[in-house]
Nanobody
Framework: QVRLVESGGGLAQAGGSLRRTCTAS????????MGWYRQAPGKQRDMVAT???????NYADSVKGRFTISRDNAKNTVYLQMNSLKPEDTAVYYC?????????????WGQGTQVTVSS
């Protein structure tokens, strides 16, 4: 079974930066796409950024030019560097990975972490 463990800062002022890290553990024989989603109060969970196994990236329009997603396949880890933060970036952030445990490919989510940006 694959688990995703998130870490990194959760509080910042507007204009500041945070870095989120997410590592897959357990029986991990392969990882495909990885990414970050966020959910603000009263809203649906939206894609923030994704990265394929071939490191093709995709970003939500609202974070383009400010956020950068990257991955380290040797460490089964995905990163989200968040710069020029805005109060509207405040949300619970979840990492995501499509992972293979030797039996099947499964979509797995991290536990979610509150990110708060103050003005």
């Amino acid at each position: 079974q694959v688990r995703l463990v998130e870490s990194g800062g959760g509080l910042a002022q507007a204009g500041g930066s945070l870095r989120r890290t997410c590592t897959a553990s357990g029986i991990v024989l392969g990882i495909g796409a990885m990414g970050w989603y966020r959910q603000a109060p009263g809203k649906q969970r939206d894609m923030v950024a994704t990265i394929t196994g071939g490191e093709t990236t995709n970003y939500a329009d609202s974070v383009k030019g400010r956020f950068t997603i990257s991955r380290d396949n040797a460490k089964n880890t995905v990163y989200l560097q968040m710069n020029s933060l805005k109060p509207e970036d405040t949300a619970v952030y979840y990492c995501f990975a499509r992972a293979y445990d030797g039996v099947r490919w499964s979509d797995t989510w991290g536990q979610g972490t509150q990110v708060t940006v103050s003005s």
